[in-house]
């Protein structure tokens, strides 16, 4: 047992991914004395080591990619042919990574927050208000810190399928991201945000993608119309999506892997690929961390919390992945810590509203929604208008060469109330937070119409969806 830290903190965090870290943040911007509690040797957490941030530099490289084969369309010659230096590309990625996890340790700094390494356990209820978390360091010894509210915020790690572990041929969003080179052929296993992604990415390189996806649809938490609108693209792209699809076995071949399914009406098929990717969702890590010693309830391994993110254990928080009914979203996760911290803070805060969350999806074609979907709407009782418009339309989309996709704007008809926006297109991950203020200020098809959006930008296409609920496009 090494030495107890004597300090009582107000509040100790377990886990820095962005719901931790934030919440770290926040809490010296208040004045509190904040321990961070992080078993990985460096701090950010699935979003920054393997998540948002590697993901998104490689489909950054992937567009700049994808525009060079077009290069002498553009008017740009002389550049021959293009090659793909892979070695440069992960350099590039992983600088990035290590930029951000130096500027998180300046900022744990700058805040006076207590970095504290090792693996974080709670012991039980607390005594006389204080809680003692057991760390346990690299080296196998441990040490007590005590603390007046805890906060658990220890993140989800890929779901792995047939009890398989993951190596060199069999990936999940780890082993992926450090490829020696892009693989001749990939099978994705899930059409959710993480498996169409990484589809995207390695379609771009040159990779012979193919995805099987349980449910009816690719991207199944979208509205019906952007899974229709991305596989019609992935299928321009020569991705092979398979949706309705029962994975039955993945097998080791000399050549890669052999991954066999049902598909709806029964059928079997069968296909070796150089990898797979196993992007089926992921599992919140509640497991070993101590719960079964506290008054903490689970669902389905995922922690419950009311509003304010209090668990069934008083001066237990919950943020982040682990929150049973909110969406594993590393904004998300950052928005709970702050509700959390300004609860403990005795601050003012807002609940983590579920229909004011934008959902993103950085493939090419993008996707970017937030609120109720059309069926979701109608669901609830709602007299639904619709407006859709294509970027078609659209003049800098034209500049831009993306015209594909649209923006779709579900209204109440009653009163013209934004319900829902869902985006897919260029830029649509930026172009869907316009549609976040709109519905947090309960915005109306009205008001929108008469809302003016710059000449020429692809925020004018939100302008001609909202005059679309009315049948009035101005450019279509
Ligand atoms: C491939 C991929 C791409 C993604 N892209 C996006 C995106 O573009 N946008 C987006 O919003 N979301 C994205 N996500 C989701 C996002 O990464 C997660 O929602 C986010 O990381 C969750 O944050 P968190 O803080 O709850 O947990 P994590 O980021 O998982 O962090 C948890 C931390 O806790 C630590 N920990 C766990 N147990 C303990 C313990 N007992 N003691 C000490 N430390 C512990 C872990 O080591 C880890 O550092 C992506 C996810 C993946 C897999």
């Known amino acids: 047992m090494a030495e107890n830290d004597s300090k009582v903190y107000d509040v100790a965090i377990i886990g820095s991914g962005p719901a931790g870290y934030t919440a770290a943040i926040r809490g010296g911007q208040y004045g509190l004395k904040v321990a961070l509690i992080e078993a990985e040797t460096s701090l950010g957490g ?85 809680h003692t978390v057991d760390v346990e360091s690299a080296d196998g010894t441990t040490r007590q810190l005590q603390a007046k509210n805890l906060i658990l ?13 993951p190596d060199d041929r069999v990936l999940t969003n780890i082993e992926i991201l450090s490829l020696p080179e892009p693989p001749k052929s990939l099978i994705v296993i899930g059409a959710g945000a993480v498996g169409v992604e990484f589809a995207s990415i390695f379609r771009s390189f040159g990779t012979e993608v193919t995805i099987v996806e349980y449910l009816p649809r690719a991207v199944p938490v979208e509205d019906e119309d952007i899974s229709k609108e991305l596989a019609r693209l992935f299928k321009k792209r020569a991705i092979d999506v398979n949706t309705g699809c029962s994975v039955q076995s993945i097998e080791k071949t000399d050549a890669g892997v052999k991954v066999a399914w049902t598909t709806t009406n029964g059928q079997a098929r069968e296909q070796e690929a150089e990898k797979v990717l196993v992007a089926v969702g992921r599992a919140p890590r509640t497991a070993g961390v101590g719960i079964e010693k506290t008054k903490v309830e689970l669902e389905r391994g995922f922690v419950k919390v009311n509003e304010a993110q209090q668990t069934a254990e008083p001066g237990i928080y919950a943020i982040g992945d682990i929150v049973a009914g909110l969406p594993q979203l590393a904004h998300v996760g950052g928005m709970s810590g702050l509700v959390a911290m ?31 979907t059309e069926a979701q709407a109608r669901e609830k009782g709602y007299d639904v208008k619709v407006g859709k418009f294509p970027f078609a339309g659209n003049s800098k989309a034209t500049i831009v060469d993306s015209h594909d996709g649209f923006v779709k704007i579900v209204a109440d008809a009653k009163y013209g109330e934004i319900l829902g926006v869902h985006i897919i297109g260029p830029s649509a991950t930026e172009l869907i937070a316009e549609a976040v203020a709109v519905m947090e200020l309960e915005g109306t098809v009205d008001e929108l119409m008469f809302t003016i959006h710059a000449h020429p930008t692809l925020s004018e296409a939100m302008l001609d969806a909202y005059a679309a609920v009315e049948g009035m496009a101005i450019n279509a």
Not at 153 to 165: C, H
């Open 46 to 130: 699935t979003c920054l080591h393997v998540g948002c941030i590697p993901t998104k530099a490689l489909l950054f490289n992937a567009e700049i990619w994808d525009h060079l084969k077009h290069a002498a369309e553009y008017g740009i010659a002389g550049i021959g042919t293009p090659q793909l230096d892979w070695a440069a590309v992960q350099k590039r990625k992983n600088a990035i990574v290590t930029k951000h996890t130096k500027g998180l340790e300046f900022l744990m700094k700058k805040n006076k927050v207590t970095v504290v390494r090792g693996y974080g356990r709670l012991t039980g209820a607390a005594k006389d208000g204080v």
């Open 342 to 372: 300004a609860k403990i803070a005795g601050r003012k805060f807002r609940a983590v509203r579920r229909d004011r969350i934008p959902g993103c999806t950085y493939t090419d074609p993008q996707i970017g929604s937030a609120g109720l």
């Open 153 to 165: 915020a220890t993140g989800s790690e890929a779901r792995m399928l047939f009890g398989i572990e």
